[in-house]
T-cell receptor, first 115, second 114 residues
């Protein structure tokens, strides 16, 4: 069965510094996708970044990058130059690429950005 | 702007009184999902529609039903809400066909059961 583990319930980072949010996953599938979503206190889930299991390059989207280490089954999110507006809950998620639509979410990490 | 809309944003119901939550989308996506998210937990998939095909998760209680009358709208019906059903309910959509297609979420409906 697929599983996503986020071991950091909460993280603090100073404004303008970089922070890494950890995510490890477990799957027997060869083809899968990994996602990161941000959920502010307003409740809406916002898509940040995607990494495919066969992608050789780490994904990047603006200040977000994904440190993908396939052999270790980890997909850590790196946020550079943190901003106060980055304070939110962050979820790592996985979906297999065999045509199924179910996405498994991790428990989330709450990020606090300090001024 | 294309988006996912949920109404109402806040819903209060009484124990055992049926309630319906609404979701609409202007993205013309094939797939629509309903998630339940309890406080400080990950979203839990209840069911999804791929066009008109309904897919129920094995552990979704029978108390939860869904309707998708057309591509744009999807409803979540809770037939007899219990105190344990108080949660945020998130609707999401995605295109079909590619595993890389991200989900687009609505703002959620926070359900309170008295």
């Amino acid at each position: 069965a697929q599983k996503i583990t986020q071991t950091q319930p909460g993280m603090f980072v100073q404004e303008k510094e970089a922070v890494t949010l950890d995510c490890t996953y477990d799957t027997s599938d060869q083809s899968y996708g990994l996602f990161w979503y941000k959920q502010p206190s307003s409740g809406e889930m916002i898509f940040l970044i995607y990494q495919g299991s066969y992608d050789e390059q780490n994904a990047t989207e603006g200040r977000y990058s994904l440190n993908f280490q396939k052999a270790r089954k980890s997909a850590n999110l790196v946020i550079s130059a943190s901003q106060l507006g980055d304070s939110a809950m962050y979820f790592c998620a996985m979906r297999d690429n065999t045509g199924g639509f179910k996405t498994i979410f991790g428990a989330g990490t709450r990020l606090f950005v300090k001024a | 702007d294309a988006m996912v809309i949920q109404n109402p944003r806040y819903q209060v119901t009484q124990f055992g009184k049926p309630v319906t939550l609404s979701c609409s989308q202007t993205l013309n996506h094939n797939v629509m999902y309903w998630y339940q998210q309890k406080s400080s937990q990950a979203p839990k998939l209840l069911f999804h529609y791929y066009d008109k095909d309904f897919n129920n998760e094995a552990d979704t209680p029978d108390n939860f039903q869904s309707r998708r009358p057309n591509t744009s709208f999807c409803f979540l019906d809770i037939r007899s809400p219990g105190l344990g059903d108080a949660a945020m309910y998130l609707c999401a959509t995605s295109r079909a066909g590619r595993g890389s297609d991200e989900q687009f979420f609505g703002p959620g409906t926070r359900l309170t059961v008295l």
